[in-house]
């Protein structure tokens, strides 16, 4: 039997639905939600992206205000544009697109950016945040779109066995530190794990985040089957011309207790994550 598929677009909606109460409920007291898209250039998956969440965020009644700097912009104006952004009180939340043209200092702008406005998780003090369990800043959007999806689908983690592929700090430790806080037992593996699939096999979930396209099969699962496995690799199949996952999700549906799309799964619902963090800092702002 088939397993469950996690699909992204009704967790999507189901938070967005959320987040449109909360604005409403802030615009009641005169505190417009609003977030300000902070880009450099005319890169393709940025505009992409752009177009996602502006919609998102129109339908939850999240005011939009977009910076948009040629690729050829000087440091001192993009580090100009972001201080405004900072002080901007009317602005409670910035999506700076990474990664910057190679003369802006990535690392200077990701240490500029104010961490109470850092909805997306880059800055220090949200991963601080994160790994600490504080509250402070915010999760890296598709790392909470992980938790997200399975909290909408009844998952849960606690007691649970996790293993997480990748360990990037804007999906694999992120995610890995939030099931942490759920209280599963988790394990990250790498580019230097030996025998990954030995410690997958012995795992309740899996989340793949190393962006390696199709490269987790049978072998990766238990026998008996009963995972749960979660893939966030985006890669584009030149071959079969279409997008796919780290996964090869024809291969192991059959294995899995449950499985997430690609596409169709975490991405749709890290633009609703991304709209929740902005209503969350409006709150804040209160």
């Known amino acids: 039997m088939a397993g469950m598929i996690l699909k992204g677009g009704p967790a999507a909606s189901a938070m967005a639905e959320d987040s449109a109460k909360r604005a409403a409920a802030l615009r009641e ?8 898209i902070l880009r450099v250039g005319e890169r393709d998956d940025d505009l992409a992206y752009e177009r996602g969440a502006v919609k998102r965020c129109e339908q939850a009644g999240v005011a939009v205000k977009k910076a948009v700097l040629p690729a050829d912009v000087s440091e001192e104006v ?10 901007d009180r009317s602005v409670h939340g910035i999506l700076m697109f990474r990664p910057l043209p190679s003369h802006i200092d990535g690392e200077k702008a990701r240490k500029t950016l104010a961490p109470e406005k850092d909805v997306d998780g880059c800055t220090d003090g949200s991963l601080a945040g994160v790994f600490t369990a504080s509250g402070g800043g915010f999760a890296p959007c598709t790392a909470q779109a ?13 007691g649970k066995k996790a293993v997480v592929i990748g360990r990037s700090l804007v999906t694999g430790r992120p995610a890995a530190m939030l099931l942490m806080h759920r209280n599963a037992t988790v394990t990250i593996c790498h580019t230097k794990t030996p025998s990954v699939p030995e410690m997958t096999r012995g795992a309740d979930i899996i989340v793949s985040a190393c962006g390696c396209m199709e490269s987790i099969g049978p072998e990766y699962l238990r026998k008996e089957g009963g995972q749960v496995i979660v893939d966030v690799g985006i890669s584009w199949n030149e071959k079969k011309q279409k997008l796919c996952g780290d996964v090869r999700f024809d291969d192991v549906l059959e294995l899995a207790a449950a499985i997430s799309p690609v596409p169709g799964g975490v991405g749709s619902v890290t633009t609703s994550v991304l709209v929740k963090h902005v209503v969350d800092a409006a709150e804040r702002s209160l």
């Open 146 to 158: 992980v938790i997200e999806l399975l909290d909408y689908y009844g998952i849960d983690p606690k």
């Open 78 to 87: 993009f580090f100009d544009t972001l201080k405004a952004l900072n002080e």
């Open 29 to 36: 007291k005169g505190i417009i939600p609003s977030l300000a």
